[in-house]
């Protein structure tokens, strides 16, 4: 089992790419926010530090879901998004994934809550981009890694089930 600093249980994590690293202890969600607009094709570029001055980083709180999801539907030419718990009758992980990739708030093994970017299951598994580092702070990027579904429920669970969902296609985009 692959720990990034006792954060996750993760079963494999590997440096990627496809994840920037948050700059800041308390950044997650703002790099969060930061990838799902790289990801966009093309990529809407912004800075941690643009999406941080926007989204705000409190103290020792980390940020806001509700401003991130506002600040991700704004930059974001495509989808809108929405910020809380899922209704109760699609607490189904299998029907969240088919929006797309979202951001969900788990709370680690070491306490504090933690961002990451969820991109789907796998058979058992979780597919995750991380915005903490192999290497923590001084990463050059963020990382994938796979979880389990159960330690994932889990870990989710205690962040109260709590995310950034897409919830559709902004009007006039794809008619």
């Known amino acids: 089992m692959a720990r990034i600093g ?3 249980p993760y079963v ?5 790419q496809r994840m920037v690293a948050q700059e800041q202890a308390l950044s997650c969600l703002v790099a969060c926010v930061r990838q799902l607009l ?3 094709v093309p990529p ?7 999406l941080a001055m926007e989204i705000g980083v409190r103290g ?26 899922p209704d109760l009758e699609i607490l189904n992980f299998t029907r969240l994934q088919q929006g797309g990739s979202w951001i969900a708030r788990l709370r680690l093994t070491t306490g504090g809550h933690h961002a990451v970017i969820v ?34 429920l889990e870990h989710w669970r205690w962040g109260i089930h709590h995310g950034i ?10 008619e």
């Open 6 to 8: 006792n954060r996750l």
């Open 12 to 16: 494999e994590a590997r440096a990627s």
């Open 38 to 40: 790289l990801d966009v």
């Open 44 to 50: 809407v570029a912004m800075s941690e530090g643009e």
């Open 60 to 85: 020792d709180l980390g940020s806001d879901f509700g401003t991130a999801a506002r600040v991700l539907t704004e930059h974001h030419p495509f989808l809108s998004y929405r910020a809380g718990s």
């Open 119 to 152: 991109d789907g299951m796998v058979d058992n598994f979780v597919r995750v981009r991380d915005p903490w580092g192999l290497e923590a702070l001084n990463s050059q990027s963020g990382v994938e890694a796979t979880i389990q579904v159960d330690a994932f």
């Open 165 to 174: 969902f897409p919830v559709g296609s902004k009007r006039g985009i794809h």
